[in-house]
């Protein structure tokens, strides 16, 4: 089971960092990625990490602004963001993939409840 947190409001260039833990004992073998969803549009790729964090992948327009890390010996994934745009404001999902990195969500094993992100201008 997956658990995100760490959202909530902040100004136009405010940061926040994301958490999603894990209770699961294997959490260290799967990939984990973060995808976010905006009121009526589909659910987005943001990031994602390899189970090893070896290999970090992120959406253009995240990239340099956000950065993803995990602390295996936690069970955890941080998602900071900085420099935060209202464009940036939707529900952001942590879920977890069996193998190699995905970049669709339909292609994860296990979701979390998902976190609000609010940006304001």
């Known amino acids: 089971q997956l658990q995100a947190s760490g959202g909530g409001l902040v100004q136009t260039g405010g940061s926040l960092r994301l958490s999603c833990a894990a209770s699961?004992?294997?959490?260290?073998?799967?990939?984990t990625g973060w995808f976010r969803q905006a009121p009526g549009k589909e659910r987005e790729f943001v990031a994602a990490?390899?189970?090893?964090?070896?290999?970090?992948y992120y959406t253009d327009s995240v990239r340099g602004r956000f950065t993803l890390s995990r602390d295996n010996a936690k069970n955890t994934v941080y998602l900071q963001m900085n420099n935060l745009k209202p464009e940036d404001t939707a529900v952001y999902y942590c879920?977890?993939?069996?193998?190699?990195?995905?970049?669709?969500?339909?292609?994860?094993?296990?979701w979390g409840q998902g976190t609000q992100v609010t940006v304001s201008s």
């Open positions: 879920a977890q993939v069996v193998g190699t990195i995905r970049f669709r969500a339909s292609e994860y094993d296990y």
């Open positions: 699961r004992r294997t959490f260290s073998r799967y990939g």
């Open positions: 990490i390899t189970s090893s964090g070896g290999s970090i």
